[in-house]
């Protein structure tokens, strides 16, 4: 199942992730090597949140990302939510859906 991790980014957001933008990043692609963390980045226009993609078995893969990000930790985050996103079309779709 993949779930899509949304984040709320405090106004200061640009201006104090440099400090913990390493750190962030680690935690990402230790994630993508263990095959759960598929895609993330910035919503731009404004710059105000986050999209991150998860293949996992349960949503615990993202809360734990959560609780170890320190983004989450050092006050950047200032909210976030879970989805499951129930994915149909594409190569890495869960439960393809073909056209007749």
């Known amino acids: 199942m993949h ?3 949304f984040y709320d980014y405090a ?3 640009l201006a104090r992730r440099a400090e913990f933008r390493n750190a962030h990043l680690k935690l ?3 994630s993508h ?3 759960e963390f ?3 980045g910035v919503l731009a226009e ?3 949140g986050a999209l991150l993609v998860f293949r ?6 993202v809360e734990d990302f959560v609780k170890a990000d320190p983004y989450v930790a050092n006050g950047l985050v200032t909210g976030w939510r879970i989805r499951p996103w129930m994915t149909v079309a594409g190569s890495g779709a869960d439960q393809p859906v073909y056209p007749d």
Do not use: I
């Open 46 to 48: 404004p710059v105000d």
């Open 28 to 30: 990402a692609w230790a």
């Open 3 to 5: 779930y899509a991790l």
């Open 11 to 13: 106004p200061d957001y």
């Open 56 to 61: 996992a078995e349960t949503p615990q893969v």
């Open 38 to 40: 598929q895609l993330g």
């Open 33 to 35: 090597a263990r095959g």
